[in-house]
Each structure stands twice: as structure tokens, then as C-alpha cells.
């Protein structure tokens, strides 16, 4: 009996073994003249990882926006009515209005850093950085296909 308990044991070992061992199989050269022949995937291989996504260059942007502004212009943009819980309320324009299409970047830069029409001054609390990740950030979030081709200056020369 423990012959056979010993026998048993010993061949499932083995057979433990050979289904945890990987081999390779040796494929012959290939002709001279001919092309190679394409791998075929090993039931053991690794799967080929998948490209990984570009990286959001306005990542630091948008967490910036979501934390100084979404309160008053929305997440989207488009303004409206802040209501600061104690009685005030405030009409906030849209990044999408005739009005922040024009205005220039430096103008935007400006309004940010010192406020104005009811809007806080950001200076004090957000670096020039931050302050122009913020100004491109708007401009491809929520101008983007917005702007008219026309109203960009013409290249300097006339071309």
C-alpha cells in the first residue's frame, strides 16, 4: 500500500513539474531566399502591452481650473449664476462668449492675476505659471474651434 501511495506521489510530482515547466521549441533556419516565418504566440507568452495613452498636458491645468475656478465658471465653462451661499451672487461669463474669444492672452493673464468685475484676484494664490497653464488650458478646452481663422493676425510680412 505504501508502494503504491509512494508511486501515485511521485507521478503527480512529476506531472506537477512538466505542466510548470515552459520549454522552447527550436525552430529550423529558414532557406536562404525565403523569408522568415511569422512567431505564433505561445499559449505561455506574455500578452504585448498596449500603447500606452498620451500624456494630458494640461493635466496640472485642469486640476488648477477645477480647484480655483469650476466653482464660479463650471466645469464646462459656461458661467452663469455663482451663488456664494451667503446672500451674493455673481453672473459669471462663459469662456465661449463673444466677449473671451477676443480679449487677448495678456488681457486673460491679467484679468486672472488682478481680478476685476467681481472676479478675485488670483496673484497671491496662483504662480505666473500656473496663471498661463490656465489662459492655454481655457483656449483648448473651451475656445478650441470657437476662435474664427480671420480674427487670428496675419503672419508678419503679409504672407
Same mark, same amino acid.
Given at each position: 500500500?505504501n ?11 512529476a506531472?506537477?513539474a512538466?505542466?510548470c ?7 529550423? @533556419? ?11 504566440? %505561445?499559449?505561455t507568452?506574455m500578452?504585448? @502591452?498596449a500603447? %500606452? ?7 496640472e @491645468?485642469r486640476?488648477t ?9 463650471q466645469?464646462?465653462?459656461e458661467?452663469g449664476?455663482?451663488d ?9 461669463p462663459?469662456?465661449?462668449?463673444v ?7 495678456e488681457?486673460f493673464?491679467?484679468?486672472?492675476a ?10 497671491s ?11 492655454r488650458?481655457i483656449?483648448?478646452?473651451?475656445? @478650441?474651434?470657437?476662435?474664427?481663422? %480671420?480674427s ?8
Open positions: 500500500m508502494f503504491i501511495k509512494a508511486t501515485v506521489t511521485l507521478c503527480a510530482s506531472m506537477f512538466a505542466a515547466n515552459t520549454s522552447t521549441v527550436d525552430t529550423p @533556419a529558414p532557406a536562404a531566399g525565403t523569408r522568415p516565418a511569422t512567431a505564433t504566440t %505561445s499559449p507568452a500578452p504585448a @502591452a500603447p %500606452s495613452p498620451a500624456p494630458d498636458e494640461f493635466a @491645468a486640476a481650473f477645477n480647484a480655483a475656478c469650476a466653482r464660479c465658471h466645469v464646462s465653462g458661467g449664476m455663482a456664494f451661499g451667503n446672500g451674493a451672487k455673481l453672473t459669471v462663459s469662456f465661449k462668449e466677449r473671451t474669444l477676443s480679449d487677448t492672452d488681457k493673464t491679467l484679468q486672472i488682478n481680478g476685476g468685475n467681481g472676479m478675485p484676484a488670483f496673484k494664490r496662483l504662480t505666473p505659471e500656473q496663471i498661463d497653464g490656465l489662459v488650458f483656449r483648448q478646452e473651451f475656445q @478650441a474651434g470657437l476662435i474664427k481663422e %480671420s487670428t493676425p496675419a503672419p508678419a510680412g503679409g504672407q
